[in-house]
């Protein structure tokens, strides 16, 4: 092998080497790899079990099928079956099912035998779109029960038939009227001593072993207990056996009307670890999210409802997951959770727990201190607070006492500008004086010319400052107003006070005011014109037209601004069209009231007496204040020259 052969090898081997380091894997991509990885294992795992339960149902079915025959060979023959399928458990999968009522004065709950489970829940004070009960589930819809191996057995309790505790087909719970505003505030409930009603289903295998669900309601709440109770359990599971599952996986109803920024932005598990926060599946997609630590609760969320399990003591881990469902006119998503319950050596143990199935009502969710509110997307941080502090205490004092939203509405855009009126009335004054001394200005302008940009700038803000007048001082109500008009556009899509609420020819402010639907779609618009949006749109521009005369008076703007400003409220009227009308509401009624605002001020306010003040202080000599005369110091004597030594 020649020289140049075994360069040419070399060089190869090189650029092979260079080719493979800087074509490998990141870091990130190798982990995102992972999780795929990681989820088609999941996804394979939970078809292999499907196909285990459709399997185990059909046998069963079969099995059940099967106990008409009247040959006493026959039914022994079934029984054979059915113990080798179920063992201890086996007597429960034969039975009828029937259901229990369990009712309160907010909602319906109908417990059937069969598992011994929720099988549905109606909230009274509710409404579907299109106008029929409002129930957050039903039926096979909702499935949930505890999984475990019993005599190396799967055994799925929502297969097996259970005994009610009762003979009763209704439970009502009753209670002192609760006024206006406080459905489902527990703490009005203590005056009446109202009572609460409780039921239990009980899966029985013989020789002392046993699993129990006790349900129990009380007056005015959202709130169900329900306590896991086993017995025994340990002797058909298996001395090691430390824990059991808890599956729990319900298809969402379509509660709202179908809305490019509706219920199926929102609708998604959110979940709490043990002492930490709560974080949350992206409303967005479809995912299923490993929870590796201790777990406090799971909610199954849409955009003005939950259903969360809450437990007292936390689950070990768990799995959750959200498969979006966006082209169903009928449900949402389906959510899935799968926890793990801790087991003891005690024998017989309980595990206290409760389902809240409600509305996502900030004040009804904060009152159970285990952070369910922050469900509710009120804004990052700041946002947030303002929603909090200022926004949701007010509503909910104004809602007490007055049942038209729109007035409601009304009254909290005044609140609001009362509250920022200090400083618009400020605002207002600065923009006056920098109007006053645009003759001044111009001068000063004219004196330097186009070439000398810089040194005009300079003149003009020691004007400024001569006459005591801060140029930003018209930036100062928007500064204070900001995070209010933000905190407003998270608050009116989620505030469930809203919803099938009207006012004039809206007919649900929680959505949108369509008044004319379009034989066509316009992209990022829609294919309904809202009106609320138009008259916000058309004020916008007005107000706009306005600032840029009040502002401009005395100041140079960059070449297109004017345009650019202009523009905004155009591109609102394609963001809002399609959001909640009691936004666009407000938006357009503030907007009213800064003119209303500006009106009284021109009336309260003498120019004349404020263009003398500003020529008395333009009179008076600057005094600089110590940190600018030290400034100064430093500087001359930095240019200073040094003597020679």
């Known amino acids: 092998m020649d020289k140049n052969t075994i360069t040419g090898l070399a060089l190869i081997f090189l650029i092979l080497i260079t080719f493979s380091y800087f074509n490998k894997p990141s870091e990130s991509q190798i982990e995102a790899e992972k999780r795929q990885r990681d989820s088609i294992v999941q996804v394979a795992a939970e078809n292999t079990r499907q196909e285990e339960i459709k399997a185990k149902e059909a046998a069963q079915l079969s099995l059940q099928a099967k106990t008409a025959v009247t040959d006493s060979v026959g039914k022994a023959q079934v029984n054979n079956e059915l113990k080798n399928l179920y063992g201890v458990f086996s007597e429960s999968v034969k039975g009828t099912e029937h259901f229990i009522t369990l009712e309160n004065n907010l909602m319906k709950i109908r417990l059937s035998n069969k598992g011994g489970k929720i099988y549905s829940v109606e909230l009274k004070g509710y409404k579907r779109f299109n106008e029929k009960p409002l129930v957050l589930f039903e039926g096979d819809k909702n499935r949930f029960g505890l999984n475990f191996f019993s005599q190396n057995k799967s055994i799925q309790t929502d297969q097996f038939f259970f005994v009610p505790s009762i003979s009763d087909t209704i439970l009502t719970v009753s209670g002192n009227p609760v006024a206006k505003g406080k459905e489902g505030r527990e703490k009005f409930n203590t005056k009446g001593q109202e009572a609460s009603k409780s039921v239990t289903m009980r899966l029985d295998a013989g020789n002392g072993v046993s699993v129990e669900y006790t349900y129990t309601l009380n007056y005015n709440s959202f709130m169900v207990g329900f306590d896991i109770h086993t017995t025994g359990l340990k002797n058909v599971m298996g001395a090691n056996s430390n824990y059991i599952n808890f599956a729990w996986s319900m298809e969402l109803p379509r509660q709202e009307k179908v809305s490019k920024f509706g219920e199926d932005n929102y609708a998604t598990t959110y979940f709490k670890y043990f002492k930490d926060e709560v974080d949350k599946i992206a409303p967005t997609k479809s995912e299923t999210k490993a929870l590796t630590t201790k777990v406090e609760w799971v909610s199954f969320k849409t955009l003005f409802f939950s259903s969360a399990l809450i437990a007292n003591k ?19 998503s389906d959510m899935t959770a799968d926890l793990t319950i801790p087991l003891d050596n005690s024998g017989s143990e309980t595990f206290p727990a409760r389902f809240y199935f409600g509305p996502n009502q900030y004040n009804t969710l904060k009152q159970y201190n285990v952070s369910l509110e922050e469900e509710l997307s009120l804004g990052w941080t700041v946002i947030g607070w303002v929603n909090k502090v200022i926004i949701i205490p007010a509503f909910d004092f104004l809602r007490r006492y007055i ?42 302008q004219k004196k330097f010319g186009e070439d000398k940009k810089m040194e005009s700038q300079q003149a003009v803000m020691a004007l400024y400052k001569k006459a005591g007048v801060n140029p930003m001082g018209g930036c100062l109500p928007m500064l204070f107003q900001m995070p209010i008009l933000v905190a407003m556009f998270y608050f009116f899509p989620i505030s469930i006070e809203l919803r099938q609420q009207s006012f004039l020819w809206a007919h649900d402010l929680s959505s949108f005011d369509s008044i004319m639907t379009l034989p066509f779609e316009i992209p990022w618009y ?53 959001y909640a009308s009691g936004l666009s509401l407000y938006y357009f009624l503030s907007l009213v009231f800064t003119f209303v605002q500006m009106f009284i001020f021109k009336k309260l306010i003498n120019e004349d007496e404020i263009h003398a003040q500003l020529k008395a202080k333009q009179k008076m000599p600057v005094t600089k204040s110590k940190f600018q005369t030290r400034l100064e110091e430093m500087s001359k004597q930095r240019n200073v020259p040094q003597k020679k030594k």
């Open 526 to 578: 829609g294919s309904h014109v809202s009106l609320f949006c138009l008259l916000m749109t058309v004020t916008n521009i007005l107000y706009v037209k306005y600032n840029n005369e009040m502002s401009s008076a005395g100041t140079q703007q960059m070449p297109g601004m004017k345009t650019m400003m202009y523009l905004m409220p155009v591109m609102f009227l394609f963001i809002f069209n399609s």
């Open 314 to 332: 936390p689950f070990l881990n768990g799995q959750v997951s959200t498969k979006k469902r966006d082209k169903d006119p009928s449900y949402v």
């Open 403 to 444: 049942t038209n939203f729109g007035l409601i509405i009304l009254l909290l855009t005044i609140y609001v500008k009362l509250i920022v009126a200090p400083f618009t009335y400020k605002s207002y004054i600065s923009q006056a004086k920098m109007r006053l001394l645009k003759p001044e200005i111009e001068e000063i």
